[in-house]
DNA sequence: CTGTTGAAATTTTTT
DNA sequence: ATTTCAACAG
């Protein structure tokens, strides 16, 4: 009965939630609440008792939590096993593990022609898909109207949430995109031309992967053998899936049987992104037999922390059911602290963060949370200058970096000669190639059928005579390639590279980034995995690519709220507390978005395990350039209300200037400077 | 047609 | 500060 002790490390709602049988069923976890490690156990649980690991497939929100979870599952298993009993693991089939996307991809790889896809397909990631918009929108006259038609951003977020909201254009527009109202004739037109785009060019975009795999599960014929892959479903993090992967689900198990979903409705972030809250609320409706587990006992933070959390999401209006308590009674009460400037801020942050370290707290094992990703790059500057290692979560990714973008574009026009997205961002690169021509010899490119020995009909202009031919070499090299991956990219780097140098100011470290990226192409399969991967799962960083982190490498960790996702850390930091950046200035406009908000900001507060400090800086520049010197006051967030404040200790950092404390924050005993202006301000308002 | 220059607008979160 | 757009020279 060994897997019965290795269960009773759980508490008996998760046992209960392992242990549940075929009917479908939903947990609800809490912050906190050993939710990974339910779901893990669950999945080893469902292998010790007999189904085959290869029938399991796990969903998750990011790859990396999905190679976590399938990791601890063998762990799991292999405790079991070596205390005697069997367990059947057989080597050949694997968990199929990973996201929404990756999954689909794999799956359309495979079956993709049942729905008329061309199984070499690439994948366009959000830039890529922007691209494409825009070229759409200057050739359908779109950009220069009289009235200003909506930037190539705003067109691809109206219609991804189209897609995945399943909505109609017109609902999506009034509700979220108000000012678009007198365009959603041209913005039809625009997306007709997008969708046929796509097509021609055999690409797809990331709602193409979802949309497919859904036609894949209700085409008559491969439907049924595809559902058929999968006796067990786990899907993680539910609360921030959309109606799209919603009906996914549901074609995949349309009585929930083996269906298992994993969410917290407190901790829905995505809406931007077309997620919605109420796939989790109405989960027990559309599957009637439903068992729903509540987990509410909090094995991450202390009870102050806690009480702070469960102050700030009682803002919210929606009622939410669970109340999380821990066992862990005593810890230091949260600090919410003043600090003067960002300036300050950044130095309050540093020399805390230092301060836990002597205290034996190692970097990597604390966190600075922010609201959106340039929030940092004070703190930032001032890491870089007392030589504190930290790594950044969110924001730019490297693969995002122009330079990068290049290279894979090359890859991939090799990859699939009709990805014209690819095939323009390449063509553009060459001095004596602009937009028109390049666009007649993607178009010469096509009719040869992808064959690149038509370019030498071409003509080229005297700027890229010589390097012409060498292009077409190295294209038709790679089309036509047996070589390694690495080998691949080196060559496009010696072509590459002196393009770069024409195109770039400070070339060096554009450069060193590529060499990096050849040595660790070896890691990826073959190259359309590389491409789709790379699409799918954006490495954040080059140290991101070099593989897992040494186990001596000691950063601290900075990310923004939504990336942080899923984690915790003994140490947590909020910065940037104030109204305007925690609700973002651009998410207030309707109350359903400032309660978006506030969970966010309740997310961030659940990562801390013992100790939280939440940074609010009075003076903040607005605008980013140093002439305008525009810099106002701001106001605590309005998710700290004094009720809520209550459940803090309000601190003010002194600043290392400061005579009498020389760099130690203080507790504000007298009136902090907050209160001060709080007080000047109630002359008016 | 391309590539450069200067002026004007814009500024979240991410698979 | 960065990105996008329009105008002009080669």
């Not at 070499?120 to 898909?129: A, G, L, Q």
């Not at 122009?402 to 390449?426: F, I, Q, S, Y």
Request: aromatic share 8%.
């Amino acid at each position: 009965m060994s897997l019965a002790r290795v269960l009773a490390d759980l508490n008996p709602q998760q046992r209960k939630a392992v242990q549940h049988g075929e009917e479908p069923l939903l947990i609800v976890a809490g912050a906190g609440t050993g939710k990974t490690a339910t779901l893990v156990h669950r999945v080893a649980w469902l292998i010790a008792n007999g189904v085959p690991p290869g029938h399991i497939l796990l969903l998750t929100f990011t790859r990396r939590a999905a190679a976590e979870m399938v990791r601890r599952a063998g762990a799991v298993l292999r405790r079991v096993a070596d205390k005697g009993e069997s367990v059947p693991m057989p080597g050949s089939s694997r968990v199929w593990g990973g996201t929404f996307h990756a999954i689909a991809t794999r799956l359309l790889r495979r079956y993709g022609k049942a729905v008329g896809l061309n199984p070499r397909f690439t994948i366009h990631d959000r830039s890529d898909s922007e691209d494409l918009m825009n070229v759409l929108r200057s050739e359908l006259g779109l950009a220069k109207t009289k009235i200003r038609f909506p930037q190539k951003a705003t067109c691809m977020d109206i219609y991804s949430r189209c897609v995945n909201g399943r909505e109609k254009l017109e609902d999506v527009v009034c509700a979220h995109f108000s000012w678009c109202k007198g365009r959603v004739d041209e913005l039809k037109e625009l997306f007709d031309a997008y969708v046929a785009r796509k097509e021609a060019q055999n690409a797809l975009d990331y709602d193409d992967l979802l949309v497919f795999w859904h036609a894949l599960l209700t085409h008559p014929q491969v439907g049924p053998k595809v559902r058929s892959l999968f006796h067990c479903v786990l899907v993680d993090e539910y609360q921030d899936t959309n109606a799209l992967q919603a009906e996914i689900i549901y074609a995949l198990c349309p009585d929930g049987r083996g269906l298992t979903v994993v969410g917290d409705d407190a901790q829905s972030i995505y809406s931007f992104r077309g997620a919605t809250v109420r796939n989790i609320l109405d989960f027990p409706k559309h599957y009637p037999n439903t068992t729903v587990a509540t987990l509410e006992q909090n094995y991450r933070s202390t009870q102050p922390i806690l009480r702070a959390a469960n102050a700030v999401i009682g803002l919210a209006s929606q009622r939410y059911i669970k109340h999380l308590w821990s066992e862990h009674q005593t810890g230091q009460v949260p600090r919410l602290v003043t600090c003067e400037d960002e300036d300050d801020q950044a130095q309050f942050v540093a020399n805390q963060v230092l301060e836990h370290r002597e205290e034996g707290i190692l970097l990597r094992r604390q966190a600075v949370l922010f609201r959106t990703a340039h929030h940092s790059m004070v703190l930032e500057a001032e890491l870089a200058q007392r030589n504190i290692p930290f790594h950044k979560y969110g924001g730019l990714k490297f693969v995002e970096t122009a330079h990068v973008k290049d290279l894979l574009a090359v890859l991939r026009l090799a990859e699939n000669p009709r990805d014209e997205v690819a095939g323009t961002r390449l063509l553009l690169l060459l001095p004596g190639i602009g937009p028109v021509r390049a666009r007649q010899l993607l178009r010469l490119l096509a009719e040869a059928g992808g064959d690149f020995q038509a370019w030498y009909q071409w003509r080229p202009p005297e700027a890229c005579e010589s390097l012409w031919p060498k292009l077409i070499q190295l294209l038709q090299g790679l089309a036509t390639a047996r070589q390694e991956l690495p080998a691949q990219v080196h060559q496009v780097r010696l072509f590459y590279t002196p393009l770069l140098e024409l195109h770039y100011d400070n070339p060096s470290p554009r450069a060193r980034d590529l060499e990096q990226l050849e040595e660790i192409a070896a890691r990826y399969g073959d190259r359309p995995s590389m491409l789709a991967e790379i699409a799918l799962d954006p490495p954040s960083s080059t140290q991101d690519l070099a593989g897992p982190p040494q186990r001596d490498d000691d950063y601290l960790v900075l990310s923004t709220i939504h990336s942080a996702k899923g984690l915790e850390w003994d140490v947590v930091y909020v910065i940037h507390a104030a109204d305007g950046c925690i609700p973002s200035d651009m998410a207030t406009e309707s109350p359903d978005q400032i309660e978006e908000e506030l969970r966010l900001f309740y997310v961030a507060l659940t990562r801390a395990k013992s100790c939280l400090y939440v940074c609010h800086p009075l003076r903040f520049f607005r605008g980013s350039s140093k002439f305008t010197d525009a810099h106002g006051l701001s106001q605590l967030t309005r998710f700290l209300p004094k009720g809520v404040q209550a459940e803090f200790r309000r601190v003010t950092w002194a600043g290392p200037d400061d005579d009498l404390q020389g760099g130690e924050y203080r507790e504000a005993m007298a009136l902090s400077s907050q209160r001060v202006r709080d007080q000047i301000r109630s002359r008016w308002s």
